[in-house]
């Protein structure tokens, strides 16, 4: 949720000491992960009142053990500096006075508390809201929620690794979470907060300050929101190319062969890859796979091909399969066995190629239907919440919340913030329970979208998985095709087995 412009939020509009921007950010740094064994070495805190950091705590500690190498490579902190430093017990009055009632902003708040809580002088009685939770809600398509990505994300320059420069970074990325929640629509947000009440979450108070805050705004005044990395969110699309152009399911009248001359042209030296391709080199044994796999679709012919790390293989076979299908009006299926693979190709090789070729395609990255969240099983859990799920569930349903109103895919791997497999299982599409053309969502399903669309594509990226799935179903899901492109063909026999063989038992 990256707006280009944002509704700006009146001042007035926030109560009073709201921990909507009066607060309190803090981080530790200890001499490791386990906190009954570990020790905290570094306190830093930040004060914002009305949005502005007004003071800054920052104290080294002394511990009882020694310091970790690994700890001062990661942090900077020598043995030195703790030893000169006083022990935590002269620094808790200081770091509580400096506290005080203020609500705590920590980002994963559990790690840090868990190390302040082994001490019964420090007494947390204020709110604690935990920034990492919250950018999963706010952010859920951005790659990771770690505090540097967060840094990146919203172009912070603040080095990290200290307390009091992380504790700064941790009330900076707040503040524009709170900025983009506060431009959320208020119908998403009383949907957070029907999710959220009822459950211990800290969520919950600020939700709903958040609600009344936005109900409040009956003149909004738009600018330009603060700068952003979008490199940092996930993808957003799974049909890719041009819109003017689509290819036939099944395939026009194939009459056109490939020009070998011109489909090798692409590869010359001063050619359009190396053009266009930033560190492209023309190489011999990517220009023989080219040659084989183009005289493959000529002759109509089966092609095996091995080849060594380096070769270019995705693009010797993409190219020809392309100008192959826009030619000929066809679809060409590219099935791979990992996820990995399969993004490099629809994301970096085919939108690259689509820049780069003097020939309009189109592409579509098909999945199997658990992949997709299914509207009508989200709509129905939502009016269901208080009953269908426990208080711990429906903490982990919000990251889906804004998703569902962004997302052009209802792919869940785009959501990096939702983290409940066993919840997805509740919600993902499945064929025993999708009602088909009856369901009122039928219009909007994410499923039936990208299958229809994988009808009208020159290039398909499936993985192995669906495309021996889609035999067992004859077809019903990639319709008719005469070109198939196995990829990672190494590991189609276990697959092919799982699905096409016979399993014989004993028992």
């Not at 902003?105 to 019964?120: G, R």
């Not at 990251?399 to 983290?419: C, H, M, R, Y």
Request: glycine content about 4%; overall charge negative.
């Amino acid at each position: 949720m990256v707006p280009s412009e944002r509704r700006k939020t009146p001042r007035s509009l926030i109560l009073e000491n709201s921990v909507l921007d009066t607060f309190v950010a803090l981080d530790l740094e200890t001499t490791g992960l386990d906190p009954q064994r570990a020790e905290i070495i570094e306190i830093g805190a930040v004060k914002v009142e009305k949005g502005e950091i007004k003071a800054q705590f920052d104290q080294l500690v002394r511990p009882e053990g020694p310091l970790p190498p690994a700890i001062t490579r990661l942090t900077g902190i020598s043995e030195d500096m703790v030893r000169r430093s006083p022990p935590l017990s002269q620094v808790i009055p200081f770091f509580t006075d400096f506290i005080q009632e203020f609500p705590l902003v920590i980002h994963n708040a559990p790690f840090d508390l868990s190390f302040l809580q082994k001490h019964p002088e420090i007494c947390l009685s204020q709110r604690v809201y935990d920034s990492l939770e919250l950018a999963r809600l706010v952010l859920p398509r951005l790659v990771n929620h770690k505090l540097q990505t967060l840094v990146r994300f919203f172009q912070i320059e603040q080095s990290l690794h200290r307390a009091a420069n992380d504790a700064q970074a941790v009330a900076l990325i707040f503040l524009r979470l709170m900025e983009l929640l506060l431009e959320t629509d208020l119908a998403s947000i009383q949907r957070m907060l029907k999710i959220v009440q009822g459950t211990d979450s800290s969520l919950t108070e600020l939700l709903a300050e958040v609600a009344s805050v936005i109900a409040k705004q009956s003149v909004l005044t738009k600018i330009r929101s603060k700068s952003t990395d979008a490199n940092y969110l996930t993808q957003l699309f799974n049909i890719g190319g041009h819109e003017a152009v689509e290819a036939l399911p099944g395939g026009g009248e194939r009459s056109q062969h490939l020009d070998l001359k011109s489909v090798l042209s692409v590869f010359d030296i001063d050619g359009p890859l190396q053009q266009q391709l930033k560190g492209y080199e023309k190489r011999q044994e990517q220009l023989d796979m080219v040659k084989a796999v183009a005289e493959a679709f000529n002759q109509g012919e089966l092609l095996m091909v091995e080849a060594g790390t380096g070769v270019g293989k995705s693009l010797a076979y993409l190219v020809p399969a392309i100008y192959w299908a826009v030619q000929n009006n066809d679809r060409v299926i590219v099935s791979t066995n990992t996820k990995n693979l399969q993004e490099q190709l629809f994301y970096k090789d085919l939108p690259e190629l689509s820049r780069i070729l003097d020939i309009p395609f189109r592409s579509v990255l098909l999945k199997g239907r658990s992949n997709y969240i299914c509207l009508n099983k989200w709509y129905t859990a939502l009016s269901q919440i208080e009953t269908a799920f426990s208080p711990e569930e429906r903490r982990e349903l919000l990251p889906l919340v804004i998703w569902v109103q962004e997302t052009e895919t209802g792919d869940i791997a785009e959501n990096s913030g939702f983290k409940s497999k066993l919840l997805w299982n509740k919600l993902c599409a499945e064929s025993n329970y999708c009602l088909g053309q009856k369901c009122k969502y039928y219009q909007k399903c994410f499923v039936m979208k990208v299958r229809r669309e994988a009808l009208r594509a020159h290039i398909v990226v499936v993985n192995h998985s669906l495309l021996f799935s889609d035999l067992c179903l004859e077809n019903s899901i990639l319709g008719s095709y005469q070109n198939l492109i196995f990829d990672e063909a190494h590991n189609i026999e276990k697959v092919a087995a799982q699905y096409l063989g016979r399993q014989l038992s004993i028992w």
